[in-house]
Nanobody, 114 residues
Framework: QVQLVESGGGLVQPGGSLRLSCVAS????????MGWYRQAPGKQRELVAR???????NYSGSVKGRFTISRDNAKNTVYLQMFSLKPEDTAVYYC????????WGQGTQVTVSS
């Protein structure tokens, strides 16, 4: 059974940092491109960072230069290091394959507020 479990979110002040983790289980995800998505209240879910099976990365304009995605295929884990957080980064963050599977995890809440 495929499962995605995100963790690492929390409440942080503007300018702060967080590191999110996503553990994938149920099959080998090392062959998949993986991404971090986020959904803010009242908005559609958007892809903010992606990493290919080979390790190439790409970011949306809103997070480029502040977020870093990485992966550890031996652990079936994807990370998102977030720096210089802004209030507009407040959202529930999810990981999934690219394109996304139908199965989503519960996500992890990131709240950026003073």
């Amino acid at each position: 059974q495929v499962q995605l479990v995100e963790s690492g979110g929390g409440l942080v002040q503007p300018g702060g940092s967080l590191r999110l983790s996503c553990v994938a289980s149920g099959r080998d995800f090392s062959i998949n491109d993986m991404g971090w998505y986020r959904q803010a209240p009242g908005k559609q879910r958007e892809l903010v960072a992606r990493i290919s099976s080979g390790g190439s990365t790409n970011y949306s304009g809103s997070v480029k230069g502040r977020f870093t995605i990485s992966r550890d295929n031996a652990k079936n884990t994807v990370y998102l290091q977030m720096f210089s957080l802004k209030p507009e980064d407040t959202a529930v963050y999810y990981c999934n394959t690219i394109p996304p599977n139908d199965i989503w995890g519960q996500g992890t809440q990131v709240t950026v507020s003073s």
